[in-house]
């Protein structure tokens, strides 16, 4: 019991408790959780930590009332022993403990590479891999307990990712939402809410932005969560609840091609848990209709739909040789320290934690986008530019990553859950398109309709 006192902090406040629990990839924050971080801001202040840390809080119900975990993820300063914070699942940290002997007898074998030694190598690090996994026993609401490689492979059931993933990735368990959730049903406390926020600066790859909050991991945690959260009353996923059905507009039309103006919200194509599309909607008026190229979900604009398999074919020849001219426009938050430019930012993904986006110099993609400021306004003491992005390069999340991250723009898209901050919707539009008729030979400039303008906001 008195570890417990230790690691739990009082909540004093009659904020009222939500119905449901938090659902931890797409949300925001309780009003009681705003209140428990500013408590973990002031302990965070007092270590000073060199690096930037994701950390999370965890509202839960105890015989007293209400108080709050506090967590990090992985080590903080190199320790996992903070008595502020809740312990890790499992401490493979010890000096003389088996984890930590093993990784240095695999060290050592690493001084003196040889193609047999490398092939050992691997073995033994797969097999301590295994071995620790097999110690995290993680606990949900029910009262089960499984080890993260039984939750792992109960999740990813697709024979392609369980032979190219037969592991979870390093560090699955460590990171803050499996620490307080198993913490809190180790000690008999209810969950109530939870969040997880950034502090410090930013990594070199992924954007994160200081004292703002994220969603959990999809890669290491979502899986975990899954297990974790059941038999708790949870929020519901948004993403399968589907989205609003919002009406498309005609732009263009002719025998071969048309052009429509797609909402924002609304799908190019089916999804998991909606086939409502532009797609779908297209061959309701055009049989043979084929998409040429894709809009994200929450980006709106003009989309071409070519309407005979030539039109298709003459199109997607044209998106591949880039001939096709597009232009957005987006509404950014931050600071523009020049009217034009070219942000040169390789991008690559990570397939178990889709749909992110990452800047990876080694092996990324090399992704090109144009910007020029267009207007800006400032209101509450916020400044807010419109931008025109010309992308020379078509990779997944371009614009949006270029305009976050910290050696593009730093100044997220309005509206970008993923990258930035939330709104009513995602301020970037596909403004206008060039590209060449597939019958007539000749070049057509399309563009959104006028009363579709993103700016003023």
């Given at each position: 019991m008195?570890?417990?006192?230790?690691?739990?902090?009082?909540?004093?406040t009659?904020?009222?408790?939500?119905?449901?629990?938090?659902?931890p990839?797409?949300?925001?924050?309780h009003?009681?959780?705003?209140?428990a971080c500013?408590?973990?801001?002031?302990?965070?202040?007092?270590i000073?930590?060199?690096?930037g840390k994701?950390f999370g809080?965890?509202v839960v119900?105890t015989?007293?009332?209400?108080?709050?975990?506090?967590?990090?993820?992985?080590?903080?300063?190199?320790?996992?022993?903070?008595?502020?914070f809740v312990?890790?699942?499992f401490?493979?940290?010890?000096?003389d403990?088996?984890?930590?002997q093993?990784?240095?007898?695999?060290?050592?074998i690493n001084?003196?590479?040889?193609p047999d030694t490398?092939?050992?190598?691997?073995e033994?690090?797969?097999?301590?891999?295994?071995?620790?996994?097999?110690?995290?026993?993680?606990?949900?609401?029910?009262?089960?307990?499984?080890?993260?490689?039984?939750?792992?492979?109960?999740?990813?059931?697709?024979p392609?990712?369980?032979?190219?993933f037969?592991?979870?990735p390093?560090?699955?368990?460590d990171c803050?939402?499996?620490?307080?959730?198993?913490?809190?049903?180790?000690?008999?406390l209810k969950?109530?809410?939870?969040a997880?926020?950034?502090?410090?600066?930013?990594?070199?790859?992924?954007?994160?932005h200081?004292g703002e909050?994220y969603p959990?991991?999809?890669?290491k945690?979502k899986?975990v969560?899954t297990?974790?959260l059941?038999?708790?009353?949870?929020d519901?996923?948004p993403?399968?609840?589907?989205f609003?059905?919002?009406?498309?507009?005609?732009?263009?039309?002719d025998?071969?091609?048309?052009?429509v103006?797609?909402?924002?919200g609304?799908?190019?194509?089916?999804?998991?848990?909606?086939?409502?599309?532009?797609?779908?909607w297209?061959?309701?008026?055009?049989?043979?209709?084929?998409?040429?190229?894709?809009?994200?979900?929450?980006?709106?604009?003009?989309?071409?739909?070519?309407?005979?398999p030539d039109?298709?074919?003459?199109?997607?020849e044209q998106?591949i040789?880039?001939?096709?001219?597009?232009?957005?426009?987006?509404?950014?938050?931050?600071?523009?320290?020049?009217e034009?430019?070219?942000?040169?930012?390789p991008?690559?993904?990570d397939?178990l934690n889709?749909?992110?986006?990452?800047v990876d110099?080694?092996h990324?993609k090399?992704?090109i986008?144009e910007?020029?400021v267009?207007?800006?306004?400032?209101?509450?003491?916020?400044?807010r530019y419109?931008?025109?992005?010309?992308?020379?390069?078509?990779?997944?999340?371009q614009l949006r990553?270029?305009?976050?991250h910290?050696e593009?723009l730093?100044s997220p898209?309005?509206g970008?859950?993923l990258y930035g901050?939330?709104?009513?919707?995602l301020?970037?539009?596909?403004?206008?398109?060039?590209?060449v008729?597939?019958?007539?030979g000749?070049?057509?400039?399309?563009?959104?309709p006028?009363?579709?303008?993103i700016w003023?906001?």
């Open positions: 008195p570890r417990l006192t230790m690691r739990i902090h009082s909540l004093h009659d904020i009222v408790k939500p119905e449901r629990f938090t659902w990839f797409c949300y925001e924050p009003p009681l959780c705003l209140l500013e408590e973990v801001k002031k302990e965070i202040e007092r000073q930590p060199a690096e994701m809080v965890l119900e015989s007293d009332g209400l108080g709050f975990l506090a967590a990090y993820s992985g080590l903080l300063e190199g320790r996992n022993d903070w008595e502020y312990p890790p699942v401490d493979a940290q010890q000096p403990g088996y984890f930590k093993k990784e240095r007898e695999i060290s050592a001084h003196h590479p040889t490398q092939h050992q190598n691997r033994m690090s797969q097999q301590l891999q295994l071995w620790l996994f097999q110690h995290y026993r993680m606990l949900n609401a029910n009262g089960e307990e499984k080890d993260l490689v039984e939750i792992w492979h109960d999740y990813h059931q697709s392609k990712i369980q032979k190219r037969p592991l979870p390093g560090g699955t368990g803050c939402a499996p620490k307080l959730l198993q913490y809190a049903y180790q000690n008999h969950p109530v809410c939870m997880e926020f950034w502090w410090g600066p930013s990594p070199q790859s992924a954007i994160r200081h909050f959990a991991c999809r890669g945690c899986p969560l297990w974790m059941q038999g708790l009353k949870v519901d996923d993403e399968q609840t589907g609003l059905h919002q009406g498309i507009e005609i732009i263009y039309e025998e071969a091609i048309a052009a103006y797609k909402p924002s609304m799908l190019s194509v089916p999804g998991k848990a909606d086939d409502y599309s532009v797609s779908t297209a061959k309701e008026r055009w049989p043979h209709a084929m998409l040429p190229h894709r809009l994200d979900l929450l980006t709106s604009g003009i989309m071409l739909v070519a309407k005979t039109a298709y074919h003459h199109l997607q998106f040789c880039r001939t096709i001219k597009k232009k957005y426009l987006a509404v950014v938050e931050g600071e523009m320290h020049a034009h430019g070219i942000i040169d930012l991008l690559s993904s397939p889709r749909p992110y986006q990452i110099h080694q990324g090399r992704a986008t910007y020029r267009q207007a800006s306004d400032t209101k509450d003491g916020r400044t419109l931008l025109a992005l010309y992308p020379h390069t078509g990779r997944t999340h990553m270029h305009c976050a910290q593009g730093n898209i309005v970008d859950e901050h939330k709104a009513d919707r301020y970037l539009q596909a403004e206008s398109i060039a590209f008729h597939p019958v007539t000749k070049r057509l400039h399309l563009f959104c006028s009363d579709k303008k003023p906001m």
